[in-house]
């Protein structure tokens, strides 16, 4: 049974930090690319950060230099290390794992999300 949990969400103040981690279960993680989302009610889901099979990662313009995924393939949990947070990063945060396709991990499976609050 291919599971996602995120945890690792709560309340912050403004320039505060957080660490979300995603224990992934149920799939090789050497052969799934990972993924942070994020979602506001109201907006469009935003992908936030992502890491490939090969470790290399990627970042939304608006979180470059504040947040920092990784992974620790051994315990098969990703982690999104987020600094500097600002009201404007309160979000829905979720987990997403897919196999990597032309350009772009395919994800197809997701968590059920952890809430970020920044005020």
């Known amino acids: 049974h291919v599971q996602l949990v995120e945890s690792g969400g709560g309340s912050v103040q403004t320039g505060g930090s957080l660490r979300l981690s995603c224990a992934a279960s149920?799939?090789?993680?050497?052969?799934?690319?990972m993924g942070w989302f994020r979602r506001v009610p109201g907006l469009e889901r935003e992908g936030v950060a992502g890491?490939?099979?090969?470790?290399?990662?990627a970042y939304a313009d608006s979180v470059k230099g504040r947040f920092t995924i990784s992974q620790d393939k051994a315990k098969s949990i990703v982690y999104l290390q987020m600094n500097s947070l600002d009201p404007e990063d309160s979000a829905m945060y979720f987990c997403?794992?897919?196999?990597?396709?032309?350009?772009?991990?395919?994800?197809?499976?997701w968590g059920q999300g952890t809430q970020v609050t920044v005020s």
């Open positions: 997403a794992a897919g196999p990597p396709g032309l350009g772009a991990c395919q994800y197809a499976l």
């Open positions: 149920g799939y090789s993680s050497n052969t799934f690319c």
């Open positions: 890491i490939g099979i090969d470790g290399r990662t």
